[in-house]
């Protein structure tokens, strides 16, 4: 089922920026196997993943993997939605998915780096 999860996140956003995604986003945001309360209080699980959580409840690696995957295929979709000029920049795809996983795909659709990235303005995002 793992492999299946990887395939169509590369279909998302092609095969570099998955695997960008799959190694950058447990690394900064840890893997914690059971639900808990962030420190602003959000009920979190796993790599940061704030839906469908339960408090103290155990999650396995796979149902860890499961959630990261499920949240960064709906991420990626909606960067690509509002931000289509991506498609063909990997890294910055990557990077733009990651940040929308952070903060939430309305917030990055608004927000001052997907309208740089829609305006091509590449230097300013550095």
């Known amino acids: 089922m793992a492999n299946l999860g990887k395939a169509a996140l590369a279909g998302i956003v092609g095969t570099v920026a998955a695997t960008t995604l799959y190694c950058i986003v447990p ?3 840890g893997v914690v196997h059971r639900g808990y309360l962030d420190p602003v209080g959000v009920a979190t699980k796993c790599s940061g993943d704030t839906h469908d959580v339960v408090v103290g409840q155990s999650y396995s690696p796979d149902e860890c993997w499961e959630s990261l995957n499920r ?4 991420h ?9 000029s991506l498609k063909d ?3 910055q795809l990557a990077a733009a998915v ?8 309305r917030n990055y ?15 300013s995002i550095a």
């Open 71 to 74: 949240q960064l295929m709906t």
């Open 109 to 123: 659709c608004a927000s001052a780096t997907a309208k740089r990235f829609n305006e091509h303005d590449w230097k």
């Open 27 to 29: 690394r900064f945001e």
């Open 76 to 84: 990626a979709d909606d960067v690509l939605r509002c931000t289509p």
């Open 98 to 105: 990651s940040f929308a996983y952070n903060i939430g795909s």
């Open 89 to 91: 920049h990997p890294n």
